[in-house]
């Protein structure tokens, strides 16, 4: 176990990062497609195939998801992942054609200090084509890279994150997330994590909680957008209303670890996914649905503690900083 939702067997990661831009796109990519479903609970979201997730719509499976920074100019991103599974003969079979089917979540990076001056067309498409390129199991890159780049919240730099564990029944589950809220991940002005009493092995600095809370509101802008997107992904075989339950309990783990969250110019939105290997029961779906929330929330702090500052004047220092 790596920590790391790639301890879900049957998929990979990849990330297209450019600090000079200071945003990038992270394709997840299922070996073979998955039920999946999800839910958007910000007040101020941008995706892309996103309505095809509700438990009602025809499609069940997806090929791949993609978390993108650039906020709409982002959602190109998608398209550059169609591409690279078109070429992999991958897609839902229409007749004699295949669609590959690739929700897609963005987040708002514009104000971070990158060249945004990009020409006529954003580069999302080319950065989604990469990502999948870069796309691997095992072992991949958390904090400033993928959607995380240009990442920022009310007091540290934001960042992708990532954490898995196992239940009693030897289901496995995993998140992605990229953490860009308009809120905090740490507590009043220090350096805890609110998500602090879920942490495993000192996996996000081992602070746990200060001596007094002060849960006053912080936030790092009144007038542009931010959002907090993911994915959460298991082993277990579920229905694809399972599957929207499922990401319904990991935005728990979303409030649990952001103060506030899920705001009018939030676009929280957490994807989810089963790759259908083991066989479940209902006392074990509910205790996934208890382990997204918590595994969620560890995987937010993980994005911010293992941020970098980005290489521009005046940019939001990391929690690395001090």
Known sequence: M????????????????????????????FDQPAIASGTVLGGAPGGRDTALLDPSMTVEKVDAFVLSGGS??????????????????????????????????????LLNGGDKDWGLHAPYRDMGYAACTDASIGHFELGTVGA???????????????????????????????????????????RHFWAAPFEQDDEFGGLGMPATIDHRMRLKGMSAPATTIGAVVTDAILTKAQAHRLSIAAHDGLARALLPAHLPLDGD???????????????????LCHLAGIVMARAIARGVYEATALPHVGAQRAWRDG
Do not use: C, Y
């Open 269 to 287: 939105t957490v994807l989810s996914a089963a790759t259908g290997v083991k066989p479940i029961e209902a006392p074990g779906f509910m205790e």
């Open 2 to 29: 790596l920590n790391l939702i790639t301890d879900i067997e049957g998929l990979s990661v990849g990330h297209a990062t450019d600090l000079t831009l200071g945003s990038g796109v992270t394709a997840i990519i």
């Open 72 to 109: 709409a100019f982002g959602l190109d991103a998608a398209g550059g992942v169609q591409s690279w599974l078109r070429e992999a003969g991958r897609g839902f079979a229409v007749g004699d054609v295949r669609v590959p089917i690739v929700p897609q979540a963005i987040l708002f990076d």
């Open 148 to 190: 995380g780049t240009g990442a920022t919240t009310a007091t540290f730099k934001g960042g992708l994150g990532s954490a898995s564990t196992v239940g009693s029944g030897g289901h496995r589950i995993g998140v992605i997330v990229a953490v860009n809220a308009l809120g905090s991940a740490t507590i009043g002005a220090g």
